[in-house]
């Protein structure tokens, strides 16, 4: 399978500061980006959806001028959860696909907490 | 809208079979994929459906129904690592994976 890495994979901020995550695409070309975050026991929700050098497309209920996306690269897209606020706590998962493989790869994922 | 459900939880026991369904009505479809993930960590891929019938990996089976939008996923000789949460996903007609709400799985001795 494809390698994807997270940065940083735990993080642990004071509301209305702002955190960046990254996703990179280590062995293949990720034209396109999805990021999807997951709050305690339920299942994952698609936040937006970024294309190499495009901007991001947002889901309905997610502030753009809140979660920032670039994907500037191939192999790189940032998420920046801006003013951050306790209910912003939650696991942010990157997926990565371009590939030839119809498989969708996710990374190890991020855990976001606020206090 | 996109709807995709599943059973919330299930129990079963070691060794045992047991069997996950999944219903969706999506915007298109491209293809069914179900993930295992434990607690505190990411999906990882068990397998992709994309034609009806059943695909088989070793002791995970998938069968998909594209007529009737329905999917399950077989899990067979039970063990206790087996106990995760189980996500059906359906990826739509604009390439997105869309999750169902998952089944947490929990296999007893």
């Known amino acids: 399978g494809a390698v994807v890495s997270q940065h940083p994979s735990r993080v642990i901020c004071k509301s209305g500061t702002s955190v960046k995550i990254e996703c990179r695409s280590l062995?293949?070309?990720?034209?396109?980006m999805f990021w999807y975050r997951q709050f305690p026991k339920q299942s994952l929700m698609l936040m937006a959806t970024s294309n190499e050098g495009s901007k991001a497309t947002y889901e309905q209920g997610v502030e753009k001028d809140k979660f920032l996306i670039n994907h500037a690269s191939l192999t790189l897209s940032t998420l920046t959860v801006t003013s951050a606020h306790p209910e912003d706590s939650s696991f942010y998962i990157c997926s990565p696909a371009g590939g030839t493989s119809h498989e969708q790869y996710f990374g190890p994922g991020t855990r976001l907490t606020v206090t | 809208g996109q709807n995709i459900d599943q059973p919330t939880e299930m129990t079963a026991t070691e060794g045992a079979i047991v069997q996950i369904n999944c219903t969706y009505q999506?915007?298109?479809?491209?293809?069914l994929f179900w993930y295992q993930q434990h607690a505190g960590e990411a999906p990882t891929f068990l397998s992709y459906n994309v034609l009806d019938g059943l695909e088989e990996k070793g002791r995970f089976s998938s069968f998909l129904s594209r007529s009737k939008g329905y999917s399950y996923l077989l899990l067979k000789e039970l063990q206790m690592k087996d106990s995760a949460s189980y996500l059906c996903?359906?990826?739509?007609?604009?390439?997105?994976?869309?999750f169902g709400t998952g089944t947490r799985l929990q296999v007893f001795p």
């Open positions: 996903a359906v990826r739509d007609n604009t390439d997105k994976l869309i």
């Open positions: 062995d293949f070309q990720a034209t396109t």
């Open positions: 999506t915007s298109g479809f491209n293809g």
